[in-house]
Nanobody, 121 residues
């Protein structure tokens, strides 16, 4: 089995910063893509930032210039540095990883349990 555990969420004032972490563990052979989504109350889950093929990064337009995604392959961990936070960034943030396990002999997508980020005005 594979587990993704997020940390770093919390309450912050507008203009502040937070750093989210997501560590993958378990029967991992390799990890391909990793990234972050978020879901605000009553809204769909949307991509925030992600690594795509070739190590390129993609960002939602609403967070470009404010959020930075990074990755430590040795630790199977992905990070999301969030600066200049706005009240509209308030959401539950979920990480995901595209993981190859020898048990299934294929890549499968796994999700974390989510971490709440609340930005007060």
């Amino acid at each position: 089995q594979v587990q993704l555990v997020e940390s770093g969420g919390g309450l912050v004032q507008a203009g502040g910063s937070l750093r989210l972490s997501c560590a993958a563990s378990g029967s991992i052979s390799s990890i391909n893509f990793m990234g972050w989504y978020r879901q605000a109350p009553g809204k769909q889950r949307d991509m925030v930032a992600a690594f795509s093929s070739g190590g390129r990064t993609n960002y939602a337009d609403s967070v470009k210039g404010r959020f930075t995604i990074s990755r430590d392959n040795a630790k199977n961990t992905v990070y999301l540095q969030m600066n200049s936070l706005k009240p509209e960034d308030t959401a539950v943030y979920y990480c995901y990883a595209d993981v190859y396990t020898t048990y299934y002999s294929t890549f499968s997508t796994y999700w974390g349990q989510g971490t709440q980020v609340t930005v007060s005005s």
